[in-house]
Nanobody, 126 residues
């Protein structure tokens, strides 16, 4: 089992940048599939980015070219660098982890993660 703690959220203007961090505690972080998700009240949770144990990454179309997911296994930390932020990026951002495979046989990234953080709010003003 793993515990996840996000940080780095805040308020920025359109075009600004933020870096989210997710510290993992309690298990073998380096063997976990990791992901970032976001949710706006009243809407379904949206997958933002996923990174596999071998570093393979995938992104939602809405953030490609602007967001970068990365992991530092030595520090048990997951990151999400967010650049050129837009008002539609405003959401609660959640870190997620799972010890199961990151991708299915059709190379679709996992969405049903077992472990979740409490979330960090990102607000982008126009």
């Amino acid at each position: 089992q793993v515990q996840l703690v996000e940080s780095g959220g805040g308020s920025v203007q359109t075009g600004g940048s933020l870096r989210l961090s997710c510290a993992a505690y309690g298990s073998t972080y380096s063997t976990y599939c990791m992901g970032w998700f976001r949710q706006v009240p009243g809407k379904e949770r949206e997958g933002v980015a996923v990174i596999d144990v071998d570093g393979r990454k995938s992104y939602a179309d809405s953030v490609k070219g602007r967001f970068t997911i990365s992991r530092d296994n030595a520090k048990n930390t997951l990151y999400l660098q967010m650049n050129t932020l837009k008002p539609e990026d405003t959401a609660m951002y959640y870190c997620a982890a799972d010890e199961r495979l990151c991708y299915n046989k059709h190379h679709v990234p996992r969405a049903d993660f077992r472990y979740w953080g409490q979330g960090t709010q990102v607000t982008v003003s126009s």
